[in-house]
């Protein structure tokens, strides 16, 4: 029996000729293929401004500095996330607040960030978790008013819609991940989209040690001019190498979240019938990506979570545990926080299912089959 795997990239030919070119041209680091990715991904996006990053963390770190928020400052944060999401204002000296999420979506809403807001909030970190859209125009509604920023962590939300736009479009700045477990991959990377043209400018800025001219600029001419270092600035660059596959990855897109949506739509379809199992789904304002298929394991079910992860484990699939819940790691551990019961529930009961563009109709029966027989066998 060979091994299912949760993820894999959908990584071939086209990628590794357009790496190959890269090379062939000399210039490896950022120069004309990120200008390029960039663009792209702007359009794609439906967003003003794109500026690649090294990864999604260091675009969620720009974006806060961008937004102005410093230390002292309050940012609300699901604890629902990847460590990531909270780590960010942490990097400016500002104070992650846990805010808790609905049970459905397993993301932020008006209410719970409502429920959290104080006098030193400047900004909300909202995220996609897993591909599904957060509600942003309700959570607009409350923090708009007193002119809280918000900043989407878009991480796992490429290919996925809000109200008819991709996510991210309606953020004051949004974070996006091209790591191997997210849609579209260049290995490592990142981007952040803003509608702000001066958030875009600085962000660009920042990325590259804060230079006041761009190291490919420079290169462009054979005596260079000098440079400034206008503020601390970081290096955050992402490379031509990933940019190329950035762009062949961003073209494969549409076909690889149509994929997706089947291979989702059937495992919906099959865990409907199995009682104690609840899959994610589209939410009624926008379309799921399913960049993680997940299934809450309820008390119906003969297995509990643990179980059934143990029961997929010895049918060589390799299912993981559901998000994770960033207040009781160690590192947050201190953190003050108001009761997050549902951030809780959801980190104990859910797992994700495998899902890739490459996955066959016989790997994801098998998935169907050990789900329905966990009970005999236990
Ligand atoms: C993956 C992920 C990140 C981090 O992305 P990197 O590109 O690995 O830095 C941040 N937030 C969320 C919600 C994620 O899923």
Redesign the pocket.
Same mark, same amino acid.
């Given at each position: 029996m060979s091994r299912i795997n949760v993820m894999q990239p959908w990584l071939g030919p086209e990628e590794i000729a357009a790496v190959t070119e890269v090379i062939s041209s000399g210039w490896v680091a950022q120069g004309p293929r990120v200008a390029a990715f960039e663009q792209a991904f702007a359009q794609t996006m439906d967003v003003p401004h794109a500026v690649a990053t090294s990864?999604?963390?260091?675009a969620?770190h720009l974006a806060l500095v961008v937004a102005g928020v410093q230390a002292g400052d309050e940012v609300v944060v699901p604890s629902f996330? %990847?460590i990531?999401?909270t780590n960010a204002p942490t990097y400016v000296g500002a104070r992650p607040v846990f805010a808790d999420v609905d049970p459905v979506t397993g993301n932020l809403t008006a209410e719970t960030v409502a429920a959290v807001l104080t006098d030193r909030t400047r900004a909300v970190v909202v995220?996609d978790?897993g591909g599904v859209p957060v509600d942003l125009d309700a959570i607009r509604a409350v923090t708009d008013p007193r002119g809280i920023v918000v900043v989407e962590?878009a991480?796992?939300g490429a290919g996925s819609t809000y109200r008819g736009r991709p996510v991210g479009a309606g953020a004051d700045v949004a974070a996006w991940? %091209?790591?191997p477990?997210?849609i579209v991959t260049t290995g490592?990377?990142?981007m952040l989209t803003t509608p702000h043209q001066e958030w875009a400018v600085r962000a660009r800025r920042l990325r590259e040690h804060a230079m006041s001219v761009s190291a490919a600029a420079r290169h462009a001419s054979v005596l260079a001019p000098p440079e400034e270092y206008l503020e601390v600035g970081y290096n955050y660059r992402m490379t031509d190498l990933q940019a190329a596959v950035g762009i062949v990855q961003l073209g494969k897109l549409p076909q690889v979240v149509a994929r997706r949506r089947e291979i989702a739509a059937t495992y919906a379809k099959h865990i409907a019938d199995i009682p104690g199992l609840r899959a994610v789904a589209d939410p009624a304002w926008g379309t799921c990506n399913f960049q993680s298929f997940w299934v809450e394991v309820g008390p119906e079910y003969p297995l509990d979570r643990e179980g059934l992860l143990a029961h997929l484990a010895d049918q060589e699939i390799s299912a993981r545990r559901g998000i994770m819940a960033s207040h009781r790691q160690p590192a947050y551990a201190a953190t003050h926080h108001v009761p997050l019961p549902v951030t809780e529930h959801l980190t104990d009961t859910t797992l994700i299912l495998p899902v890739f563009h490459q996955m066959s109709e016989s790997e994801q029966h098998r998935v169907v089959d050990a789900l329905r027989s966990a009970g005999q066998s236990a």
């Open positions: 990864s999604c963390t260091t969620l996330s %990847f990531a999401t995220v978790q962590d991480a796992c991940s %091209f790591h477990r997210k490592e990377g990142g």
